[in-house]
């Protein structure tokens, strides 16, 4: 290479590198603002040493914890436990849930904190992993049965699967909660 | 090493390059886009929680992928323009940009049709979502600098610059997922893991992928041939090829 390409090399080199650390410490600056939702143990132990007071509005992600869900038989009005590794934050809500809305689903509840452990949401995203798989592998790896929405009961409405409750479930239920996109994927692993 | 690559920063090459790759990008593109988007929204399996509405993975995840691959493609174009200071490299940068954006526009449109029905909102400000959209932004950044000098090398020369600055933003986008908690969820095919997807969903993305990828080289080199034809206009080689074209038609 010529020198003066070499040169200019150089030059683009440390301006980029310069650039990209800026940004960089940025980032790290604004990392917590950045986050899109606290977890339930960030809103009972603190997040960074700042807990979030009651009446802030805030954003809650968290799995449903499987049995909590409880419906208002005459209005829409629901409450359902968030769970992420122990704490557990309780969310009320009233309103039409998203379709992937079920127990063990990962979710996140816009709203404001009423008490230390209470939620009222105005809005309650679904939130998917990023598993893909036909249905009879999921039943035959997780014992998740799915069934479409339009041949469920009417009277149970908490959800559109179903788990069915062999022991096959413990064993294959993480313990940990999905909001980490670490969990594997082996077809056939069973 | 790169000394094959040394012809093609002469225009007339670069031309003759783009005429011969043409129709090979573009029947691989067809092929590819036929049987990837046929086979994955008719034959492949649903998914186990969302359904056929899962499908629309096979546009989705291709354009975003491609967006940023796009991208980085211009920066590196720009970076060789800046630093070889070859004619072709400004011109391969503008002719892939707006090609880009439309990538981009297609990730985020069909992004918040798939996000509606299964997170529940069209559009949420998390980091994925809103690195995607400053993506856009920069691409529309770069078309509208270059548009804005009456020099094109000049031109060249400004918009290389943002192209590169906004590089930055790729592996932003990339582990924005890992970094902060989002509603969107982790990668599924870009990970250095075994891919989060059953086998016979996975291979009509692959092939969707290839065809995305092959349709951007042909459009690119179509873009790029009418952006050399335009500057050399004064060209000798340029102007007999127009009055070739002219006597054959």
């Known amino acids: ?190 | 090493m790169w000394k094959w690559l040394h012809p093609y920063a002469k225009t007339e090459n670069a031309y003759q390059l783009c005429v011969t790759l043409q129709p090979w990008l573009w029947v691989s593109a067809l092929v590819c886009l036929a049987v990837g988007t046929v086979w994955g929204l008719a034959f492949a399996p649903q998914d186990y929680q969302q359904g056929d509405s899962f499908r629309i993975i096979y546009i989705h995840v291709p354009s975003a992928i491609l967006s940023m691959g796009t991208y980085v493609a211009m920066a590196i174009a720009a970076l060789v323009g800046m630093v070889w200071q070859w004619r072709t490299a400004y011109m391969s940068m503008i002719a892939m940009a707006p090609v880009g954006a439309v990538m981009t526009f297609i990730a985020l449109f069909t992004g918040a049709a798939w996000g509606k029905p299964m997170w529940g909102a069209w559009w949420v400000w998390d980091a994925r979502l809103t690195s995607e959209l400053i993506l856009l932004f920069l691409y529309i950044g770069v078309i509208a600098l270059y548009g804005a000098f009456e020099d094109k090398q000049q031109a060249g020369k400004a918009a290389g610059v943002m192209a590169l600055v906004g590089v930055v933003n790729i592996p932003i986008i990339h582990y924005s997922v890992e970094w902060w908690n989002t509603l969107h969820q982790g990668a599924t095919i870009s990970k250095f893991d075994q891919p989060s997807i059953a086998p016979e969903m996975l291979w009509p993305l692959l092939i969707s992928l290839l065809g995305f990828a092959f349709f951007i080289g042909a459009v690119t080199t179509i873009r790029l041939r009418s952006e050399i034809v335009r500057r050399e206009m004064h060209r000798p080689w340029v102007q007999k090829l127009a009055h070739e074209t002219s006597e054959n038609s």
């Open chain 1, 1 to 190: 290479m010529n020198p003066r390409r070499k040169q200019r090399l150089a030059v683009v080199g440390i301006v980029g590198l310069l650039i990209a650390s800026a940004i960089g410490l940025m980032l790290y600056a604004l990392n917590d603002s950045i986050d899109l939702f606290y977890t339930p143990s960030e809103i009972i132990e603190g997040k960074q040493g700042q807990m979030p007071h009651v009446g802030q509005r805030l954003r809650i992600g968290g799995m449903v914890v499987p049995g909590s869900v409880s419906r208002d038989s005459k209005s829409l009005a629901v409450s359902f436990d968030l769970i992420d590794t122990g704490p557990i934050v309780t969310v009320t809500y009233t309103g039409i849930l998203p379709d992937l809305f079920r127990e063990g689903q990962g979710i996140v509840a816009t709203g404001v904190l009423t008490s230390a452990t209470e939620i009222t949401a105005q809005e309650v995203l679904a939130k998917h992993d990023e598993e893909y798989m036909p249905p009879e592998l999921a039943e035959k790896m997780k014992g998740i049965k799915h069934e479409k929405p339009a041949n469920m009961p009417i009277t149970d409405a908490s959800s559109s699967y179903q788990y069915d409750a062999t022991p096959k479930l413990e064993s294959n239920s993480k313990s940990k909660p999905e909001l980490e996109p670490e969990s594997k994927f082996k077809p056939g692993a069973q």
